[in-house]
């Protein structure tokens, strides 16, 4: 038994005492609850969501960075994830980035690219070595997807710190025929990527972001903390602008960023999505760029696009400042049945929301739409507008995560891991982040970059797949119970190219007019599932169904059930598409 | 021996001594003791002298008077709280926090001591420490600024609530102040509260505050609710103060893009963009001194970004810190002087080239930039004589030769009937 003397008590005292004095006028600093992810119970929202990764086979996965203590400016950028039906079998697979290795790390680094087989019954299948993804050399970034060939199979584009590739799809197995199909540009530091048919003659062109330029030996002595290395921003190196290929139709591509008249342009792109903002029937492009103004690239409808970001105000923010530019994506998201843009920003910059005015004139609503203050002090990279719990407008999730291992050493209220932001739509363009009340996954701090969606096991809700930077992935389940019902629609080209991309869908609920396309792109390195779902809330029907082709085509369908899955394919009556019975909407 | 009733005493007496520690604690630690310190009046003499200093920005001469002061009166508050504020300026943070605190020690009650502090903390982005520090104050002296501070905390938070809040009762105390009302539109502004944030800022304005900066914000706002023909005369105004401001150059250029002057919009936007590149670079200058407060050349680095803009007041304050950094530096001395020449203070830049002269009389440059200036001032024989010395150290300066050349002309031209 320990038995203090007399002296030692009085030892004990004065010693709590002074403990008690050193505590007592300190200014509190907070840290940020760590929540533990809780099992999601049901909530007013009708949905939550739970994080299936393990058991769905995909914990054997983790992101390498390939550091080794030099801090060198790739590491903290990330990369991306897709949805990809590889075999065509219906069901969503999916395909991660694994980053990459320098030569001096010591890490071990296996697959650039890893592909998983969905199994139809909520797990997947690592399928790499099958499908010819093996011995890729590189550092990855990216991946969009796109049927560049139109043999009725999904290829996909793979960016890097490198040359690009792009993976032919023969029928389940990939070839890399990056350079024979002219698209592997020079060793240049690529990011997002999209397919998208911009001459609209029925094949998809491509389009991809370059940020930098950098090698190892070039890498800059960057501190936040006067200590230590950090990472630098993109300030202190000098872009790269992004390049055009116009597809020949026969396989290859012709390079024409030049003469499409991209070029001059300030290059640190980071994002680009597709739309037709002034519904002109031909496809834009906004490229989001990381401290440079934004690019808004209108086309011609000549094989020329004509820049007017600044003009159209959505190059800066509304002080004329520019800001990080990650993720984007662009919707109607109101009531006005105008294309805004919503684009992912840093730590002390909102997302930026824009809707489209008229002439070539867009409005900065990021303050108004109530994003704007709750995402000022978070890092957003991946970012994507869906509709989440399927009563017919598009909410926005925002994967966040900040670049900077010590930026909670310097910067009071900015974290490093961070969780998630899900802003449910209102309905008229106003938005309330509830990832806090929903719970679950939603809460967890993670360092987050690529994002994308996709009903992956085909239940009429979307789920969310999450790339962490040096980290694990994270599949998000959606578990509706809301009983709203849902309209998915794939689209098959004929004229127009195989994936129907640029196509723009209408759906007629009553007054309600909800507007989809058909498109890669979007998020940051990711693609998500080109399909399209329409929530449709209790209604069961939609009663007008309207197709725009690219090609000027329109198909439309009346009084269409609810909780289906269609091909529509051009110009041809929809065919339902079998579903497993033990998947419907109910879970 | 009583072993059991021993410890009980011993148990007890610690019980009491832990007791009257508490009560020592609570009466003297945290009371509020005044200073019963009057200081003589070449102390005082002193303290001024040192104010005068700080704000003519001679920080090295401020910290050697304040020495002086120092042994005159080594337990004024007054000494360390002005030593504080000097090292504040040229950010040695932790110094000055130490010397805040000295003053502190010497008077628990001196007003603007935690004020100050908490300045500190919040330019280095340690903002719970500031709100903990400006809260203190306010325990001695409620003051519309303090409240204003924690605002400003909370806002870098980015807690908007609070910050709020905090300046509501600043201008509860003082109805008149506008930075509050400025800051507070500012926050108003971030959650697309328009009308309030107009509303406040034109209160600002009736009374008396009407400088660019309000300005712009007025302009901003108005574009904002779509009142662009409203905006624009504000925003020429700011411009008219501000020429370099990105913000506001921009805001014309939407402005007019809106009202349909596209080939108008699309200059001011070309403008707007070219402010804003050298705006950046400014701004990673600024965050290089931070990290790196004690490197002259960083400091003249973002002296001289300031200076291409036309920010002379700001360029002239980096200069002069890089001065106090490095007091041998003949070079940043000349920039200063030319600095006040632009700025207009001709007798001022005059000044600061005979000092620099003193110690390297044979700096041609100096020679040169000095007789320029005192062309300008109406003494030409003295810029004769100035030239005529640069050339003793340097006979084939051609720009001193033009000068020379050019002079004659205008004398010979004066002088014709």
Redesign the interface.
């Known amino acids: 038994m320990l038995f203090l003397s007399s002296q030692g008590i009085r030892l004990v005292a004065v010693i709590v005492a002074t403990i008690v004095l050193l505590t007592a006028c300190n200014g509190a600093t907070s840290e940020p609850e760590q929540t533990e992810a809780t099992p999601p119970a049901s909530n007013q929202f009708g949905f939550s969501f739970v994080n299936v990764t393990e058991e769905a086979g995909l914990g054997g996965f983790k992101h390498i960075i390939g550091d080794y203590g030099d801090v060198l400016f790739p590491e903290s950028m990330g990369s991306g994830c897709g949805f990809i039906d590889y075999n065509g079998d219906g069901w969503l697979d999916i395909l991660l980035v694994g980053g990459g290795v320098f030569p001096r790390s010591p890490q071990k680094f296996e697959y650039a690219l890893w592909l998983y087989r969905n199994n139809g019954d909520g797990t997947f299948t690592f399928v790499s070595p099958e499908a010819g993804l093996v011995g890729i050399d590189t550092y990855g970034l990216g991946v969009t997807v796109g049927d560049y060939d139109n043999d009725g199979d999904e290829d996909f584009y793979f960016t890097t710190l490198y040359e690009n590739m792009l993976f032919r799809n023969d029928g389940g197995v990939f070839v890399e025929v990056g350079k024979e199909a002219g698209v592997a540009g020079p060793s240049e530091w690529s990011a997002s990527g999209i397919f998208f048919d911009a001459d609209r003659d029925g094949d998809l062109d491509l389009f991809h972001g370059n940020y930098v330029k950098w090698t190892i030996e070039t890498d800059k002595y960057c501190s936040l903390n006067n200590r230590e290395k950090g990472y630098c921003t993109p300030e202190t190196y000098e872009g790269i602008s992004g390049r055009f290929y116009v597809n020949n139709g026969d396989g290859t591509f012709t390079e024409r960023t030049k003469e499409a008249g991209m070029i001059p342009s300030p290059g640190k792109n980071l994002g680009v999505a597709e739309f037709d903002y002034n519904r002109d029937g031909w496809p834009d492009l906004i490229v989001t760029n990381d401290t440079q103004p934004n690019l808004l690239w209108r086309n011609n409808g000549d094989g020329t696009f004509t820049e007017i970001g600044a003009l159209s105000g959505i190059a800066y923010d509304e002080h004329g400042k520019t800001r990080a530019g990650m993720g984007v994506d662009t919707g109607v998201i109101d009531k006005s049945g105008e294309e805004s843009i919503v684009i992912a920003n840093f730590s002390r910059e909102m997302i930026a929301v824009y809707r489209y005015l008229g002439n070539d004139l867009f409005q900065d609503i990021s303050a108004r739409s109530r994003v704007g203050r709750i995402s000022l002090m978070t890092l957003t990279f991946g970012l994507f507008l869906i509709d989440i719990d399927l009563d017919g407008d598009l909410d926005m999730y925002a994967a966040n995560g900040h670049v900077q291992p010590q930026v909670e050493e310097t910067q009071e209220g900015v974290y490093y891991a961070e969780p998630p932001h899900l802003f449910l739509n209102d309905g008229n363009g106003m938005f309330e982040d509830h990832a806090p009340d929903i719970g679950g996954p939603l809460l967890v701090p993670v360092v987050a970059r690529g994002a994308c969606f996709g009903d992956y096991d085909r239940d009429g809700d979307i789920d969310i797949l999450v790339a962490e930077n040096d980290g694990p992935v994270h599949l998000l389940r959606n578990d509706l119970v809301n009983g709203n019902n849902f309209l998915k629609i794939k689209t098959r080209g004929k004229q127009v190219n195989r994936d129907g991309y640029g196509t723009r869908i209408v759906a007629r609920v009553g007054d309600h007019v909800m507007e989809r396309r058909v498109r890669g792109g979007s998020s940051y390195l990711a693609h998500s599932e080109t399909a399209v779902i329409f929530g449709l809330g209790q209604a069961e029907k939609v009663d007008t169904l309207t197709l725009y082709w690219l090609n000027g085509h329109v198909d439309t369908f009346t009084n269409v059930q609810a909780n289906q899955e269609l091909l529509i394919i051009e110009g041809e009556e929809p065919i339902v598409m079998p579903r497993n019975g033990n998947n419907l909407a109910a879970n | 021996m009583n072993t059991i009733s ?2 009980r005493k ?2 007890l ?3 009491a ?2 007791l009257l ?2 009560l020592f ?1 609570v009466t003297s ?2 009371s509020r003791n005044k200073a019963d310190y009057v200081l003589d009046p070449e102390t005082l003499q002193l303290l001024a002298q040192a104010e005068d200093l700080l704000k003519a920005n001679a920080f090295t001469q401020a910290l050697a008077v304040l020495d002086s002061a120092e042994a005159r009166a080594p337990d004024a508050a007054e000494v360390p709280f002005l030593r504080a504020q000097v090292l504040t300026e040229v950010i040695r943070f932790d110094e000055a926090e130490a010397e805040y605190r000295r003053a502190l020690k010497l008077n628990p009650d001196m007003r603007g001591v935690w004020h100050n502090l908490g300045n500190n903390f919040n330019r280095q ?9 400006f809260e ?1 104050e306010l325990e001695r002296n409620q003051t519309a600024m303090t409240w204003r501070g924690i605002g400003r905390a909370y806002r ?3 807690v ?1 609530d609070s910050a709020m809040f905090a300046f509501e009762k600043a201008l509860a105390l003082d109805s008149t102040y506008a930075p509050a009302m400025v800051d507070m539109a500012q926050v108003l ?4 509260e328009y009308e309030r944030a107009l509303e406040l800022v034109e209160r600002a304005m009736r009374f008396g505050h009407e400088g660019p900066e309000i300005q712009y914000l007025i302009g ?1 706002l108005l ?2 609710n779509a009142r662009f023909e409203d905006a624009l005369p504000h925003l020429f105004k700011a411009l008219e103060a501000w020429p370099w401001h ?2 506001t ?3 014309i ?2 402005a007019l ?2 009202s349909g002057r ?1 080939e108008e ?2 200059q001011y ?2 403008k ?2 070219s402010l ?1 590149a050298t705006e ?2 400014i701004a ?1 200058m600024e965050q290089s001194v931070l ?2 407060p004690g490197d002259a050349y960083v400091r003249a680095g973002l002296a001289s970004l300031l200076r291409q803009v036309g920010r002379y007041d700001e360029a002239v304050f980096h200069y002069q810190v890089a001065i106090h950094l490095d007091p041998e530096n003949l070079e940043f001395q000349n920039n200063v002087a030319v600095l006040e020449f632009l700025r207009g203070n001709n007798a001022a830049s005059i000044h600061w080239f005979q000092r620099i002269l003193e110690k390297d009389p044979t700096y041609v440059d100096v020679w040169m930039n000095m007789g320029t200036v005192l062309v300008k001032s109406g003494r030409p024989e003295e810029a004769r004589r100035a030239w005529h010395t640069a050339l003793q150290y340097d006979p084939d300066n051609q720009a001193v030769l033009a000068n020379l050349a050019r002079l004659e002309l205008t004398q010979q031209g004066q002088a014709a009937p």
């Open positions: 021993q410890l011993t148990l007496k610690a019980v001594g832990l520690l508490g604690l630690g945290c982005g340690k903002y719970r420490n500031a709100i903990a520090c203190r870098s938070l980015g908007s502004d971030g959650a697309a901003s574009v904002k990105n913000p150059v921009y805001n250029g939407q893009a809106r596209q919009a699309q936007l070309e707007a963009e804003r950046a670079t990673e990290i790196s």
